[in-house]
């Protein structure tokens, strides 16, 4: 018959677990402590690296970016506020502010002709023509962090993926999976219809023509009725890759 512990055995057993929690602790203490040593003096050396390559980092986009992605490794978002040492050094704070300012005007002006809804390539082109007279040049990526700051407009402002496209959106209508498989759909040639959409994704034509009619309503498609077989062409001027926008001169 195997013998239990006595309460001796039990008392060190007990006192055995107390001292490795306390060596657990100990050594989890000292790990976190040195990972704020390491950021601390990463960070400083950000800094250093910022005053440095101050001009570099205003006026190149690509250098901009990884720097941006240096900031996220240790924690630093640059873009937090106006005020404060990034602002002052660099003038990040502005430049992105600036930045969002533009972004919504065009989003305003040309949402009449596309819905709210504008690829990130074409937005990003349109800035370039405004901002033809500014020291910095733009890119995607400033793009894209500039509208990530628009987000306290509300759900108005965001960025969604049609594969590899991506667009930019100035509403809050909410595209469900169907509207983005459409929208999608469309790339090619920029407008599709009702049989074509029952064809390509094998939906019924009642899901198909339903869709289609919601973003009719919502302004993000036309329609075209003037051909000669009679299928109604549903096109979205935000996917068309051969769509020009009228106003972008007076923009």
Known sequence: MRRRPGIGGLQNAAAARDQYRLLGENVAKLRTDLMKEQLSTFRSQLEDFARKHKNDIRKNPAFRSQFHEMCANVGVDPL?????????????????????????????????LNGGLISLEELCKMLGQRRKGAREAISQDDC????????????????????????????????????????????????????????????????????????????????????????????????????????????
């Open 80 to 112: 937090a506020s106006n005020k404060g040492f990034w602002a002052e050094l660099l003038g990040i704070g502005d430049f992105y502010y600036e930045l969002g300012v533009q972004i919504v005007d065009i989003c305003l002006a040309t949402r009449p």
């Open 144 to 251: 894209l962090r500039a509208i990530s700051k628009l987000k306290v407009l509300g759900n108005g402002f965001e960025v969604i993926s049609l594969g590899k496209k991506k667009l930019v959106r100035s509403v809050p209508t909410e595209l469900n999976k169907d509207h983005n498989e459409i929208l999608e759909l469309a790339q090619g040639q920029g407008f599709v219809t009702v049989d074509e959409v029952e064809r390509r994704l094998s939906w019924s034509s009642g899901r198909a023509t339903d869709a289609l009619e919601t973003l009719l309503e919502e302004g993000l498609a036309m329609i075209d009725d003037g051909h000669k077989d009679g299928k109604r062409r549903y096109w979205f001027p935000c996917v068309s890759s051969i769509s020009s926008y009228a106003a972008t001169d007076n923009i």
